[in-house]
């Protein structure tokens, strides 16, 4: 959609400055819970951008990472996890209160770079032109004007801005540009399926296994897409619990689930900053043992019990 042709801008003028730097690439630096086994850990404190992004995941054009947040979890044993994610309006956002619907997914995966990956590196351009090619010619638009420092003007600059007409070709009611390197797809990020971005050392992450996800509201925001699991009440939460987890490294991405956003969220300093609106967010993991390793637990203590007695005797 719109902001395809806007990462090739970020790219050429390295504009993800604007944005903090644990924005600008999937890391998980500050969003790290840690060993969650047995406990319940929440993170108020961060910002996603746009209301829009975990929703533009889901269609046929995929989505850009730079409009979700990334948190990681890890459990050591086998474990029935709780996810809550809340609109923060106190989390100083620079968008409007009372607007952001947050949805997430739940991913694992073994290795994680150690250098942050992004969709706009040149091994993610390259992956995704060897899969899709480079043919995607877009959707034709009227190029009226362009954004300054958040304020439209009437210079054009080649680019589709919100606000201006298009052809909606595929008829999915927004903008879909010609994407990364000329592939339709606007970044590497799927939120329903198993994907992969690179570093710019050309190191591979990939998200191989899809625990689940959750949508808050119903199709009326998040979109057409088949098999969103949404709560069908467009309140600002979602939560979603997953049982017999095993131990191991996990994934959170959240982001926002207002699908047609894309043609009226402005970008708060133009496109050639792409810099999206923030909301604030509330996460909330709770991990418990499953029965048989509470059980377990219990008769472990049980014997430790029972052999005190006896050396007491």
Known sequence: MKFSQRLFLAVTAGLVASLSTASAHITVGGRTFGLIDNTTQSNNTQTVSSSFGWADATDDSYGDSHRLRA???TLGGTQTVGL???????G???GASGLFLPSFSLYSTPLFPANATHDSSLPTSNYLTGLFGTGATGESFT???????????????????VGESFVDGNGNGVYDGPGIGGTGKEGALRALNPWKIYNDGGNELFFN???????????????????INGDGIADGTISATFADLIAGDYYLFVGGATYAAQNTEAPINGPSYNSYPTYGIAVTVTATP????????????????????????
Do not use: C, M
């Open 71 to 73: 948190f990681k979890f």
């Open 290 to 313: 499953e029965p048989t390793s509470a059980a377990l637990l219990a008769l472990s203590a049980a014997g430790l019990a029972l052999r005190r007695r006896r050396r007491h005797a």
């Open 84 to 90: 809550t994610v809340q609109r923060n309006d106190g």
């Open 209 to 227: 296994v899809v625990i689940g996800h959750a949508a808050d509201g119903t199709s009326a925001n998040y979109g057409a897409a088949s098999g």
């Open 143 to 161: 190029d009226t004007g362009s954004y300054v420092t958040g304020v439209f003007t009437n210079t054009p600059n080649n680019l589709w801005d």
């Open 92 to 94: 100083g956002q620079t």
